[in-house]
Each structure stands twice: as structure tokens, then as C-alpha cells.
């Protein structure tokens, strides 16, 4: 059934269903799946659920929003109320250039969707919603539960036939990314955040996104000592670090002259909510952190407009133009932040290309020239400016002060608080 079916008759719907919610008859549908291309050309697996658990999903993640927020620590970024991914960029940037870090750990947990374990995630969410108790946020705890685990329980459908989940959560359900939350938090952010006060002998960073997970520290002993910790701590919870994705690289504002010394060349990079991190040196040769939108997504995208464009070769020129001013900013929208001007000229130069392109296809006869496709770009696509403001300034507004534990001693925990 589609929004505008379900649109007809709607108050009455959705009190049938409160009320199947509440009598406790109500049935979870097993997930649609469906697969997207991901960067490096593999599929990535989603489930897309029934029109009615979404709804039902939607209002539990309300609730259990409401009580988590209280708990959930500052450093995790990931698909929470008032955040966002430049928050966490924003945050990551500010710990690697105004705190003392010489490495980074880009750490990678292997198919975490797909091997949460259902038995740990009930018990982490009965944390704060018991099966006992009076109603919290005016639902019985036990329903809240019990409605967790049809989701986990009830499968995907694919080809036809119902496959039942044992572990994971799907990816594109409303309710995964919250879940996600609750589950890291208790198997990473509190243990980090004891680790950090028991163990550490310098200067420690930690940005969290959902699964992506990237921490800076001062000394190298700390960063090899965390990472075989966390190594440990995930397998605890049915969960791996990816063994070649995982890496510990020299990066800060002494790795370039270090390994120099060393002979070792330029410092690595690491790649992190879309962008490459780089380290660079300003006009006056002082360390600065470079941000430059990673080159494989940017193919991506251009590929995407290619096929789109194939498919709209025929519709009208002002038809693609508004189609394309939209794709054009939208792209801006994300990647226009500080130091990546280049990129920006480098996908609406791509753009241009394709459409030229595009166009000289629609017929054999068609003379668009090289001043004629000037023309429409001119037209139709924005010019690359920077819209985001240096990452410093905004994480100040922000968080106009660090919370009263993020410095305890000669350790610090950067990102947005404790």
C-alpha cells in the first residue's frame, strides 16, 4: 500500500492500528529487500519496511529519543536530534588542530548492521525500559520491548521467500539507526570514556557516527594500547574490527616533519564522512588540516548523473537544466566547506562534460557548440562558492564551553563533550 492509499480514511487507520499496538495483536511484516551500489562498486543491502511499521517505528523512536538523549555521550554525532555530520566534522577537526594529536585511529567495524546481536541489543534497551514498572511516556515498557523484537525477528523478504533474522538490524528501517545508537553506546562510548580516564597517559579525541569511528591521540602507545583494547571489547559483543580498513596512521600537526626525519614521505590520510583529511601547511607555514571531498564519491555522483541524464535525453533543455541546478546544489550544499574549492570546480566541470555530452547525443544533427553549452551552465548551474564557515568558528557557537569532564588532568576528551 502507498502514502496516498493509506491517506484515504487516515484518523481511522491509524486509530485501528494504536489500538492494535496497545491489545497487543499487532504484526510486523517482514522487510523488502533492496540493494544500492555503494562507492567501491559492491551492493549494499537494505530493508525497506511496510508502510504501517514505519509508522509505528516512527513513534517509538520519538519515545525512546526522548529517554536516551539523557544518556548518550557528546562525542557521539550519529543520527541524533540537533546534529548532524558537519557537527562531527566540525568536532573532529577542532580536537586535531587545537589539541595535541600525533595519531589517528580510522577504525572500521565489519558489517555492524548485519551482526548486532539481537540478544545484547534487548538487553541494552531494558537498561532504561524495563519489562517491569509503570508506563513510560504513557506506553507499557513490556509493549515497547515486545514490539523491538517483532522488528528484529520477523526477516526480510527476498525473491519471494521470508528469510527470518537470527542477528543484525536492517539498514533502512526507521528504527535501525536509533537502535544502532543504543547499542554502541553501551559496547563503545561508555567503555571508551572509562578507558580514557583509567588508561590513557595523554591527550585522547573520539568522533562517533554511527559506526564510523575515528579517534586521535598524543602518544603512540596509547593509540596501539586502545586499539587492541577495542579490539577485545567489540568480540565481547559479537562484533570485528575490519582488519583492512582498521588503521593507525602518523597525522597531526608533527607527522609531516617526523616522518620526514624518518624518510617515510608525506603523511597518510584518512577518509571520513565523505571527506579526505589531509595534513597541510598554510602560506606561513603553520599546520593546517585539509578537507578535500574523497575522489571515488565524487565519481560516484558524476556516474549517477550520467545515467540519470541517459535517461532524460530527450526531455526539454529547461527540464534538465532545473533538474541539474538541483543536483548541482545539493552537492554544494554538503561539500562547500573550507579548503575544497577545487572539488567543487572539478564536479561542475564534470557536470558540464555530461550534459554537453547529453546533449550532442540527441540527435545527428546537433550542433550544440562550446560557447552554446557555456551559455546553459552559465544559466543553470550555481558557481562553487564555500557556504560553511571554518569548522573552529561554528563548534564555538556550538559548544560555547567543554563540559566539566572534558579535561581531567593532563588527559582531554574532545567532540562535543564527555
Known amino acids: 500500500?502507498?502514502?496516498?492509499?493509506?491517506?484515504?480514511?487516515?484518523?481511522?487507520?491509524?486509530?485501528?492500528?494504536?489500538?492494535?499496538?496497545?491489545?497487543?495483536?499487532?504484526?510486523?511484516?517482514?522487510?523488502?529487500?533492496?540493494?544500492?551500489?555503494?562507492?567501491?562498486?559492491?551492493?549494499?543491502?537494505?530493508?525497506?519496511?511496510?508502510?504501517?511499521?514505519?509508522?509505528?517505528?516512527?513513534?517509538?523512536?520519538?519515545?525512546?529519543?526522548?529517554?536516551?538523549?539523557?544518556?548518550?555521550?557528546?562525542?557521539?554525532?550519529?543520527?541524533?536530534?540537533?546534529?548532524?555530520?558537519?557537527?562531527?566534522?566540525?568536532?573532529?577537526?577542532?580536537?586535531?588542530?587545537?589539541?595535541?594529536?600525533?595519531?589517528?585511529?580510522?577504525?572500521?567495524?565489519?558489517?555492524?548492521?548485519?551482526?548486532?546481536?539481537?540478544?545484547?541489543?534487548?538487553?541494552?534497551?531494558?537498561?532504561?525500559?524495563?519489562?517491569?514498572?509503570?508506563?513510560?511516556?504513557?506506553?507499557?515498557?513490556?509493549?515497547?520491548?515486545?514490539?523491538?523484537?517483532?522488528?528484529?525477528?520477523?526477516?526480510?523478504?527476498?525473491?519471494?521467500?521470508?528469510?527470518?533474522?537470527?542477528?543484525?538490524?536492517?539498514?533502512?528501517?526507521?528504527?535501525?539507526?536509533?537502535?544502532?545508537?543504543?547499542y554502541l553506546h553501551y559496547v563503545l562510548d561508555l567503555w571508551a570514556r572509562q578507558w580514557r580516564h583509567r588508561h590513557a597517559q595523554g591527550n585522547v579525541i573520539i568522533v562517533r557516527y554511527a559506526d564510523d569511528l575515528v579517534a586521535g591521540f598524543e602518544h603512540r602507545t596509547d593509540a596501539e594500547r586502545f586499539l587492541a583494547a577495542l579490539r577485545e571489547r567489540l568480540e565481547s559483543f559479537a562484533l570485528s574490527l575490519h582488519p583492512d580498513k582498521t588503521r593507525l596512521i602518523e597525522f597531526g600537526r608533527h607527522a609531516a616533519a617526523n616522518r620526514e626525519r624518518g624518510g617515510l614521505g608525506k603523511p597518510e590520510t584518512f577518509n571520513f564522512l565523505g571527506f579526505t583529511h589531509i595534513c597541510g601547511r598554510t602560506r606561513n607555514g603553520k599546520f593546517s588540516l585539509q578537507r578535500k571531498t574523497r575522489r571515488d564519491r565524487l565519481r560516484a555522483k558524476l556516474r549517477e548523473v550520467k545515467e540519470t541524464l541517459r535517461r532524460r535525453l530527450h526531455a526539454a533543455i529547461d527540464d534538465q537544466g532545473t533538474w541539474l541546478r538541483q543536483v548541482v546544489t545539493g552537492y554544494f550544499a554538503y561539500h562547500a566547506v573550507p579548503n575544497n574549492i577545487q572539488a567543487l570546480s572539478a564536479f561542475r566541470r564534470g557536470v558540464r562534460w555530461l550534459w554537453w555530452r547529453s546533449l550532442r547525443r540527441r540527435s545527428q544533427k546537433d550542433r550544440t557548440t562550446r560557447r552554446a553549452i557555456n551559455r546553459l551552465v552559465a544559466q543553470w548551474l550555481p558557481k562553487p562558492r564555500i557556504t560553511h564557515p571554518w569548522p573552529e568558528k561554528r563548534f564555538a557557537v556550538i559548544h560555547p564551553r567543554r563540559a566539566p569532564d572534558a579535561r581531567i588532568g593532563h588527559v582531554r576528551f574532545c567532540a562535543g563533550g564527555a
Do not use: C
Open 1 to 182: 500500500m502507498r502514502w496516498a492509499e493509506y491517506g484515504q480514511g487516515l484518523e481511522e487507520k491509524l486509530k485501528a492500528l494504536h489500538g492494535r499496538v496497545h491489545r497487543g495483536s499487532y504484526r510486523a511484516l517482514p522487510s523488502r529487500r533492496r540493494y544500492i551500489p555503494k562507492p567501491d562498486g559492491r551492493q549494499r543491502p537494505l530493508g525497506i519496511a511496510a508502510l504501517e511499521d514505519k509508522i509505528v517505528q516512527r513513534a517509538v523512536v520519538e519515545v525512546l529519543n526522548a529517554i536516551h538523549e539523557e544518556d548518550f555521550l557528546g562525542f557521539s554525532y550519529g543520527f541524533r536530534p540537533g546534529r548532524s555530520q558537519h557537527d562531527a566534522l566540525d568536532a573532529l577537526a577542532v580536537g586535531i588542530t587545537r589539541t595535541q594529536v600525533n595519531w589517528i585511529l580510522d577504525a572500521d567495524i565489519r558489517s555492524f548492521f548485519d551482526t548486532v546481536s539481537h540478544e545484547w541489543l534487548i538487553r541494552f534497551v531494558e537498561h532504561r525500559i524495563g519489562d517491569r514498572g509503570p508506563p513510560a511516556h504513557g506506553l507499557d515498557p513490556w509493549g515497547m520491548v515486545r514490539l523491538i523484537r517483532k522488528w528484529l525477528k520477523v526477516g526480510v523478504m527476498e525473491e519471494g521467500q521470508v528469510k527470518p533474522a537470527t542477528v543484525g538490524t536492517p539498514q533502512g528501517a526507521v528504527i535501525s539507526p536509533l537502535l544502532a545508537n543504543i
